[in-house]
């Protein structure tokens, strides 16, 4: 699976919207961009993910560059509850494969 | 519809002792997971069960770890004799199809070990 990058850490308002970036530079066309998240305590949770086109659901969505080297998560109207560790994650479907986690992007979402 | 569920939720054991944790999977998903994150490292995959047969046990970092799905319903997941640097975190998840189909893993809460 490619590898990829994101920044440590970054903040947002309440209220505003928070774009987390990752870079996946080395994707190849049929490895797709998943999200995933943990909030303190709690097990990590899906998000989101895509292949090539933008993707929306209730939670958030995903804006995937034309060339596909890096992606953006978008939360909408960040509240507290979505401070935690964000992970941007590639891998090729069509393989048993399981999902390999980086050290992810701390989101913290200040009053 | 309950979610995956780990017992217990903590554990504090001395080192050398054995240890079981358990994780029951949401109803019908044939599919569990065990993953653990040791203190300032990244989320591990430790394996993967199809129903009761290991698909991918790649990640188990030695023979003091026994993972079981006896019945292709719960799982434990043993560790004996119990080393310092097996402290961590665990994390179990589930889902109805293989991750080759696109699907999403639902994770527990996880079971807090630490070895004293």
Known sequence: DAKTTQPPSMDCAEGRAANLPCNHST???NEYVYWYRQI???GPQYIIHGLKNNE?????????????KSSTLI??????????VYYCIVRVTGANSKLTFGKG??????? | EAGVTQFPSHSVIEKGQTVTLRCDPISGHDNLYWYRRVMGKEIKFLLHFVKESKQDESGMPNNRFLAERTGGTYSTLKVQPAELEDSGVYFC???????ATNEKLFFGSGTQLSVL
Do not use: C, W, Y
Request: glycine fraction near 2%; charged fraction near 15%.
């Open chain 1, 40 to 42: 303190h305590s709690q």
């Open chain 1, 56 to 68: 929306t659901n209730e939670m958030a969505s995903l804006i995937i560059t034309e060339d596909r």
């Open chain 1, 27 to 29: 994707i190849s066309g």
């Open chain 1, 105 to 111: 992007i701390t989101l913290s979402v200040r009053p």
């Open chain 1, 75 to 84: 939360l909408p109207h960040a509240t507290l509850r979505d401070t935690a």
């Open chain 2, 93 to 99: 998840a589930s889902s109805q199809f293989t991750l």
